[in-house]
């Protein structure tokens, strides 16, 4: 029951797979200014925004408070019980004599910093999440409004990779770094501050020693960036080419190339192993220098420090650092370290974010082609006659190549009008023109006498049903497919539907019957199969006009006399424009238009164009002959 159909059936996964791999190879930009494209998406929630900013303030406060707690604790808990001096006092939670009311106090201090920790970030998270939804639902709303022209020149897999990907990153970004950025910012700030009125020698020390720690951590920094590179191009090439094997295992399995898959992606992820360790030596060789030099100068200073406070207690002098004093520098500096190098990885993700801020901005600030007119005209009661009137049309992806060229014709209402001539002769395209998914260059296309371009878009499209020769189908049961024709459509009118497209009888064979879930694009269906769903999807939308383009090309031949006897007796209501190769299926047309090179170059029934001895005549030789030798 099951027909080729691998390649989507592995789409939804690889897709999953890729985001991760894609995030680490995105472009970065020069500068973090395309962030501030993202301001208005942010302003719209000024109440969670000044929540965050208030929380964060008060964390960053206590933050540098909590050094100040274990001074207290140092020069006060544990000093001389009998010589508490009145800063001291000040800070006791209980009796100024016992140790314990200045652990209380540090117990308040770091409970207060926990609280407004959990706060900056839950609002922070909040905001974050609700700014990414908004452009996700954005940048999708903006994608279904696109024409395909659009589509033509970009790849999809680039547009999912900006609504998945580049959505990634700036969620990232909001949702922590540029808050543990501001946080670092304004705890280094304040620590150095406080530092220099600590100490304003031992904040110089501390000063000398970032350039020493930060210059190797950039250069080694950049190696580590080449090398994680290398390894994920290895591992995408390793995934990509597993993906396409496992997607084509019958394929593989048939020319019995298994030894030479297995070998191709054993070679593969054993790139991908080298290249990780040596990422991991180069990675352990910068945390050697980094915590051999910040643990050293560290320590240099403490012992500096302490030498201080040695000196000022052997002549008595009382302007000397306290030990707790030196404690609360030493925390204050180690804040200012840390936070400065959570700085240096931050601003990478801040240019990355940046670049797929660029991108998809540039993707909403796409206009689509086809708009609809200020005040469209309305259809009522559409009778469904169609006119082309020397219409003019050339594909913008293909300017040199004229695809329909000065084509006109009328289709009474009701009437069935089949398109037939050989492949690129302009049929689809007629279709394409007709729903307006492209504007034409010149001319005019009208139904029941109304210009296309004076209707809005979603009004056209509502007057038509269309059967295409592979109609996508969706992930989701066959009675949600089916019901895609028309939003709302009752259980038994979706079931008679399918009866009319002669899917009845199999979907009542499926486990769930009109329930069971098909799998993506129903890929748990032949071919056949998925196309009398689409057949029935086109029979419950109930449209004025029909399109058919190949509809029953994928069915056996009972199955298409089944299907043509469906359709036969919904053409006695609608008009019908079919597309057809096997000309078999359209000797019943009210009408055959012969297409040829973009242009008209034959009109009438099937035995009116076989009597005159042109393209259709040698089309239907062709095929009738060739049928019968068989």
Known sequence: MVDNYDESRSSGAALAASIEVDKNKRGKARTVKPLRQLWPFIARYPLILTAFLIFLALAALLNLGITEAFR????????DTEAVSESCARY???????????????????????????????????????????????????????????????????VLSRLTTDTTLIETVIGSSVSFAIRSVAVSIGALVWMFFISWKLTLLVAAIGPIVLVPAIL?????????????????????????????????????????????????????FDAHKKRILVRSFMTLIIFGLGMIGMIGVMWFGASEVAAAQATGGEDGLSGGRITQFTFLAFMVVSSTGFLTG???????????????????????????PKNPASLNNTQGAITFENVNFIYP?????????????????GETVALVGPSGAGKSTIFQVLLRFYDIQSGRVS?????????????????????????PLFSGSAMENIRYGREGARDEDVMAAAKAAFA?????????????????????????????????????????ILLLDEATSALDAESERAVQLAFEDMSKS?????????????????????????????????????????????????QFDGAASL
């Open 397 to 413: 992806s293909r300017p040199t190549e004229q695809t329909l060229d000065d084509v006109s014709f009328n289709v009474k209402p």
């Open 574 to 622: 609608k008009t019908t424009l079919v597309i057809a190769h096997r000309l078999a299926t359209v000797l019943k047309a009210d009408r055959i238009i012969v297409m040829d090179e973009g242009r008209i170059v034959e009109t009438g029934t099937h035995q009116e164009l076989v009597k005159r001895k042109g393209l259709y005549a040698r089309l239907a030789e062709l």
């Open 504 to 544: 009845h009888e199999f979907i009542e064979k499926l486990p769930e019957g009109y329930l069971t879930d098909l799998g993506e694009s129903a890929v748990t269906l032949s071919g056949g199969q998925r196309q009398r769903l689409a057949i029935a999807r086109a029979i419950l939308r109930d449209a004025p």
């Open 72 to 79: 207290v604790i140092v020069d006060c808990g544990f000093g």
């Open 220 to 272: 080694i920094g950049k190696r580590i960036r080449t090398l994680s590179r290398t390894s994920q191009d290895n591992l995408a090439r390793a995934s990509g080419r597993a993906g396409e094997s496992l997607g084509a295992i019958q394929t593989v399995q048939a020319f019995t190339r298994e030894a030479k898959e297995r070998a191709d992606f054993s070679e593969a992820v054993e790139k991908t």
């Open 447 to 471: 139904i029941d006498g109304v210009s296309i371009t004076n209707l809005s878009p979603q009004d056209l499209r509502r007057q038509f049903a269309i059967v295409q020769q592979n109609t």
């Open 92 to 158: 006791a939670l209980g009796d100024i004599g016992q140790m314990g009311s200045y652990f209380k106090f540090g117990m308040v201090i770091g409970l207060g910093l926990a609280l407004f920790s959990a706060l900056r970030f839950y609002f922070i998270s909040v905001l974050g999440q609700r700014v990414i939804t908004d452009i996700r639902k954005a940048v999708y709303d903006k994608l279904t409004r696109l024409s395909p022209e659009f589509f033509e020149r970009v790849h999809t897999g680039e």
């Open 346 to 372: 931050t601003w990478t993700e801040l240019l990355r974010a940046s670049g797929a801020t660029e991108r998809i901005m540039e993707l909403l600030a796409e206009d689509p082609h086809i708009t609809s």
